[in-house]
């Protein structure tokens, strides 16, 4: 297996995600999709790799904010990469917007595609056809609103599934820009591949957020 520390992003395509890597602050191996890559540019910094394919040396550490932090503080990618680097103090919140970013921009794509609906009208309407897929709600949606959707939602497809299908990682105003309306509070998506997509990027800024593990569910199946 190569370096865990410094494989490729192309490397790690070829050899496949089931590949352990090993974190550079707890040392455990863990698979790809638990861990965030980040990559030495030419200018000497270290830039978040989210989606794994830039080319360069690479060091792999577990996909939560503290752990983020943790390398930050304890100088971890110059010890690494065996060399000076030069690492933003503010790296933990650049990961968190550029995962942000990424769950928008899945958002934004189901909405091209036709598959999502905005407002709680419409959300209601897809729920009592049987054909939401996906349950988004704004994080600061009021919590009566947003529960008469999550009580009809689990109705239909189960407390477990609708638990692992419901989004609530995007603000209204970043769901609005996503979806190209003014703060959009509750939104529902039916099936697709844009649909699964917009689980598994949530998930993955949800665990980053709260330092959870990755665990089975429809939320993490790839389409």
């Known amino acids: 297996m190569a370096d865990a520390r410094t494989t490729t992003g192309q490397e790690q395509e070829a050899a496949g995600s089931a590949s352990l890597r090993l974190c550079a602050v707890s040392r455990a191996q863990k698979p790809p999709e638990e861990l965030i890559r980040f990559v030495l540019a030419p ?6 790799d989210l989606a794994r394919r830039l080319p360069g040396r690479g060091v792999w550490v577990s996909a939560s904010r503290d752990a ?24 933990p919140d ?5 995962l942000a970013k990424r769950l928008a921009e899945t ?11 905005t407002g709680f009208a419409k959300v209601e309407a897809l729920l009592e056809q049987n054909r939401a897929d996906v349950l988004l709600h704004a994080r600061d949606a ?11 939602f689990k ?24 979806i190209g309306r003014a703060n959009v509070i509750h939104a529902a998506a039916s099936a697709g591949g844009a649909s699964q997509r917009i689980l ?7 665990r980053y957020r709260t330092g959870e593990d990755a665990s089975p569910g429809p939320s993490c199946h790839s389409p």
């Open 94 to 98: 650049l990961v968190e917007r550029l």
């Open 155 to 178: 109705a239909l497809v189960g407390a477990d599934r609708a638990q692992a299908a419901t989004v609530t990682e995007l603000t209204s105003a970043e769901l609005g820009l996503a």
């Open 68 to 91: 983020v932090a943790q390398a930050v503080r304890q100088k971890v990618f110059a010890k690494s990469l065996k060399q000076q680097v030069t690492v933003a103090q503010d790296l």
């Open 200 to 206: 598994q990027e949530a998930e993955r800024l949800r």
């Open 43 to 48: 200018d000497d910094s270290i830039v978040p």
């Open 142 to 152: 009021a919590v009566d609103g947003a529960a008469k959707l999550d009580r009809k």
């Open 107 to 117: 958002t934004s794509l189901a909405n091209k595609a036709g598959l999502l609906v």
